[in-house]
């Protein structure tokens, strides 16, 4: 089963389109615990001086793609040269909140030398990169080594290894507050070996740890190929099946393509964090950027090298604050925004409700924004932070004053109300924070307060534009505040929730 998972004919992978590989002097078991772990990669995988390689990856994460919604449990990143793979390794760390705090990061890369029925921890000392030393956490190593039997440290799985050292500068560059590695490098082929790997590992699998996954996708098939086998292989890993990604890396090796060496080098990495996530309730596994290797302004399109971004979060309940809400009740207040808008854009009349079979969640005060859309567009929206009447009335004076109050747009005409479109999103109540770092785009909406000033955006805003968080901050600060783009630097800033939905999703 799977011929192609010989990862060890990749001894130079990416390194011999770019560099020619210079090992560096591997530690001995004898003096690992004095001698840190040196950079063997780099001037070569990327620059060799401090400078350059804040340089280089300061532009990196300018391009990168946004923060997605979620909290990010694990990542899949390249290990390539920067120059192929480097973009898309930072859009996979940028899916982590630099503002984090965790107790360990897991480094997880399958070996490109070094073959054993095992993984090597690396429990001899810190590691070293030209932004500087990057503390391991030995004493969760050493216990790994302790209660599991197929890990074990070896200095030559480490020595010359390059899928660990190129992730280093990356949390470097990103993270904000301290941290410390586990790094772990996947020896074996064995499938049964990894399950029992896995099974040490998933007890760290936790809000208090984050695992980073190093590994490449397709080596060497041709342009077109590599997105087709590449993009087989990673809807196999959304699936979140151990077996099914298997499966699909035979299928691909069955196809015979030209060239095609591996379908993903690092699938032995790949399938313990499978075999960890498949086993966790409330985990999802996303896509975040492709490219390969022809994707570079000099890259070959004949023969090129594949890479993902990915991130795994834990799911959120649709639950927000002390509401969830099920359907009946979205269909009931969609219904109370319909008929408020209708009669009073007619006859001036706010229209009364029988509330008997409303659920005393609609009874309860809660904040609520109602947004009108007509053809796509915007065509007004205004809510309520902390209100002191039952969400539904709360709705109702919000769909009144959308229709008719937002300064923004003209009032609704009666000619209109069959293209105009409600959305309405009840909202939890404000939570001060203290880095913009706190906000995750697409999940939290943001309020900013100034003196007198004060500005909001609702969390589909940063989903509907794709601004970055600075942008989603600028934007609110001088478009809906008033204190210009960069006022919200020294202004209060609040983030809330809001369980959105609308006419067309609902009534469906």
Not at 49 to 55: M, V
């Amino acid at each position: 089963m799977i011929k192609m998972k010989q990862t060890g004919i990749y001894l130079l992978i990416v390194t011999i389109m770019i560099f020619k590989f210079t090992a560096c002097n591997g530690q001995t078991k004898q003096n690992a615990d004095l001698i840190n772990r040196k950079p063997c990669v780099a001037g070569q995988f990327y620059p060799g001086s401090a400078s350059e390689l804040t340089d280089e990856l300061s532009l990196l994460f300018s391009k990168a793609k946004t923060r997605q919604e979620g909290n990010v449990a694990a990542i899949v990143s390249p290990h390539a040269g920067y120059v192929y793979s480097g973009g898309v390794a930072a859009s996979a760390f940028n899916q982590i909140n630099p503002d984090g705090k965790w107790d360990r990061i897991f480094l997880i890369g399958s070996s490109h030398r070094v073959y054993f029925d095992g993984a090597s921890v690396y429990n001899c000392g810190n590691f070293e990169t030209p932004l500087g030393i990057v503390k391991v956490d030995i004493e969760t190593a050493k216990k790994l080594i302790k209660d599991c039997k197929q890990i074990v440290f070896r200095d030559d799985a480490h020595a010359t290894e390059h899928s660990l050292e190129v992730q280093l500068p990356f949390l470097q560059y990103h993270l904000k507050n301290e941290f410390q590695i586990v790094p772990i490098i996947i020896a074996t082929q064995s499938v049964e070996t990894i399950k029992k790997i896995a099974a040490a590992l998933k007890p760290y699998f936790n809000e208090k740890n984050l695992f980073v996954i190093s590994s490449d996708f397709s080596h060497y098939p041709a342009y077109n190929s590599a997105v087709e086998v590449d993009s087989a292989t990673a809807l196999a890993i959304l699936t979140n099946s151990p077996e099914k990604f298997l499966e699909t890396i035979d299928i691909n090796e069955s196809k015979n393509i030209p060239n095609l060496a591996t379908s993903i080098c690092g699938w032995t990495s790949v399938l313990t964090l499978l075999e960890i996530t498949s086993k966790t309730p409330g985990t999802e596994i996303k896509t975040i950027e492709y490219k390969n290797s022809g994707d570079a302004g000099f890259g070959d399109k004949r023969r090129v090298v594949g890479y993902w971004a990915m991130s795994v979060t834990r799911k959120t309940s649709e639950k927000t604050s002390d509401f969830n809400l099920d359907k009946t009740d979205k269909i009931n207040l969609l219904n109370v925004a319909r008929q408020t808008i209708e009669s009073y854009i007619k006859s001036g009349i706010i229209p009364t409700f029988d509330t008997s079979k409303f659920s005393e969640t609609l009874k309860t005060p809660a904040g609520a924004f109602v947004s009108l859309h007509k053809e796509g567009e915007l065509r007004g929206c205004i809510g309520n932070f902390n209100p002191d009447e039952p969400l539904y009335l709360v709705v109702q004076d919000m769909a009144v004053s959308a229709s008719t109050k937002d300064y923004r747009f003209p009032r609704v005409r009666q000619e209109e109300l069959k293209e105009i479109e409600i959305e309405i999103s009840v909202l939890t109540p404000l939570k001060k924070i203290d880095s913009a770092g706190e906000i995750i785009l697409g999940r939290h909406g943001i309020y900013i307060k100034k003196g007198y000033n004060a500005g909001t955006f609702l969390p589909q805003v940063a989903t509907q534009t794709g601004w970055s968080i600075e942008e989603f901050l600028g934007h609110c600060a001088r478009d809906k505040a008033g204190i210009g783009w960069n006022g919200w630097k020294d202004a209060d800033l609040y983030t809330f929730e809001a369980l959105i939905f609308d006419e067309k999703k609902v009534k469906k």
